[in-house]
């Protein structure tokens, strides 16, 4: 089985061609793909156009058996009631069948006061978190300071990193510059990445984008002990998000002759038990 953890339904960029739910479903056949998550985009700065959490559940119903639906607020929105009324519209996305909250594409700092009001209410509903790191969203310090203080703060979030300024941090030399960069260079052992995903039990991530190809690619040796190391905390997932997408990750995954084990974790098995399929 091979689940996809992190996927979009929709147009995202205005550059792009639509990926329609017929599409996603051929692409999804022609790779052996069994299920997706389908995150929405509801920021100004995730995308060209909003990926609407309404949408992805109606897909999701239609399609029970192909997808799997998270839901998304942004913090910024006029929403009544403050705390109170984003956990009623948030439990209304769960009574629909909603399995996790994000993409979280918001650029405020991730340990912002506004985004923590999302985090409280996930912690109270065992929701967990994934978000999109870089130098414009959910944006952090080298070392990643501000998500280590958030996993401390709500551990009954399971926080999943995704993108640039998290995947750079794989390496322990990666500096405040390096939030938006693919580096290259061979990884510097004891990045925060690897740190928060071995202190922290509530800390995941999902390897999909070029961010989490190039974490893994650019020092293959590291890369196949990080993923034997944290096979339990780590996802499949591609972010196909447009029809001809080059898609990195099939071909990585299978040149690296990781142990069964591991892959089953990585491929299914983790997505299985994290979202209570």
Known sequence: MLIDFHTHVGQVWNNHEELTPEGMLRWMDAHGIEKA?????????????????RDAL???????????????????????????GIKTVIQRYLDQGAKGFGEVKVALPIEDPRMQVLYEICDELRLCVLFHLDGIRCTDRAGLPGLERMLRTYPHVNFIGHANGWWASISADMTDDQMNAYPKTPVVPGGAADRLLT?????????SAGSGHNAIARDLAHGR?????????????????????????????????????????ISHRNAQRVLNL
């Open 37 to 53: 998550v389908l995150l929405p985009l509801e920021s100004p700065e995730g995308a060209s156009f909003y990926i609407l959490t």
């Open 225 to 265: 002990q990080f993923l034997e190391r944290h096979r339990e905390k780590l996802f499949f997932a591609t972010d196909y998000l447009m029809p001809g997408q080059e898609v990195l990750q099939f071909d990585l995954f299978a040149n690296l002759d990781l142990a069964k084990d591991t892959w089953d974790l």
């Open 199 to 207: 202190q922290y039990p509530n800390m995941y991530a999902d390897l």
């Open 58 to 84: 109606a897909l999701a119903k239609a399609h029970p058996d192909r997808f799997i639906p998270f839901c998304c607020v942004d913090p910024r929105m006029a929403i009544n009631g403050g705390k109170a």
